[in-house]
């Protein structure tokens, strides 16, 4: 006869997941103590996580009452690029290519759910999908899925760190696995790569300076980070590409996650400083980056065109700092005038201060023009 956990893992891998392993559902102290201490630090201030939740987010019973058991889900999501070909283009982080990967996971987990409860009843399962306050990477680790990498993601034997995870929490008591006796030892690559030292090499990465987060926060990019965020406009993947075991791991994603063609991961940037409404919602309503709003990517793609340094975007970011109704936008359209410093970018931040009303975006335009000053 079928053991339920055995009944479980075949769902699981018949259901598309890559990996899947199980662990109890006792409180995680050593996550908790690692949480609290980085929630001390200010390493999440971005996001304005409530202290609670370092308690809340390691004991699965918050979320299941009576929970014994986390299985522990790995999707592959790696895909090759597109070529890239045109100049001036953005990059968007492999995991928002395609359609937004939660529906996937929450129907993998959702399938997994429906074989428990085939043993436990119904409402002996509640799924957890990335969105969920679970701390989802402890109980990865403990169950041996893989291992917690110095650039904080897991990392999966023969996956990589290019991994989505899910948990299905419950009720049914399962025979856990071992976590598994491995750690990155000496190997700092990721840590070398980060261009924002976000990642301090002891396991723990500041986010608020972490080019993914930077890049998603909806008020202003801290100007001294600005132009080490390169040409990304949405997340980041060097630590990732940099990762030993995810480069052994090689594309390991199905077609669902694959981009549908060249702008799906290098985006235009001019195009993208002026996307909006309806435009906005078909290119990535759908995607795993539509969540946060047409001016965030605005933002995002003036500091891009800023870094690029091409005096071609100039049009582009003088239309952006005149017209758009965002002071966001306009601010960091200022910044980017300024760094490319051209005669007419100059001349265009000067005509913006004349005007320009929002307290906030003249003091970018005025910090813009500084450099240029001349001093008698």
Partial sequence: MTSPKAAVVRAALAAGASAVRVTDAQPDARERARLEAAYARG????????PERARTSTDPAALLPGARS???????YATPPPPRRAPLTG???NYAWAADYHARLRALAAQVAAEIE???????????????????RAFAARAGLGWVGKHTGLIAPGLGSFVFLAEVLTT???????????????????????????????????????ISDLTQRRDAIPRALRPLLGDWVWGCDLCNEACP?????????????????????????????????????RAYGATALGWRGPAVLRRNAAVALGNA???????????????????LVRGHAAWALGRIGSPRALHALE?????????????EIAAALEPFLRTV
């Fill in 43 to 50: 390493d999440v201030a971005t996001w304005a996580y409530p």
């Fill in 70 to 76: 986390v299985v522990c889900l790995a999707l592959a």
């Fill in 91 to 93: 990059r968007i982080s």
């Fill in 118 to 136: 085939r043993f436990a009843g119904p409402g002996s399962t509640r799924i957890a999908c990335d969105t969920a306050p679970l701390a989802e």
């Fill in 172 to 210: 049914l008591e399962l025979t856990p696995d071992e976590p598994l006796r491995k750690s990155c030892g000496s190997c700092a690559r990721c840590v070398d790569v980060c261009p924002t030292g976000a990642l301090r090499g002891d396991y723990t990465m500041d986010s608020t300076r972490c």
């Fill in 245 to 281: 075991p995810s480069r052994r791991a090689g594309p390991g994603g199905g077609a669902q996650f694959a981009a549908g063609g060249e702008r799906a991961a290098f985006p235009d940037l001019q195009a993208l400083l002026r996307v909006r409404g309806a435009a906005f919602r």
């Fill in 309 to 327: 340094l091409d005096r071609a975007a100039v049009p582009a970011l003088e239309a952006a700092l005149s017209e758009d109704a965002q002071p």
């Fill in 351 to 363: 005509a913006a201060l004349d005007r320009e009303t929002d307290a906030q975006v003249r003091l």
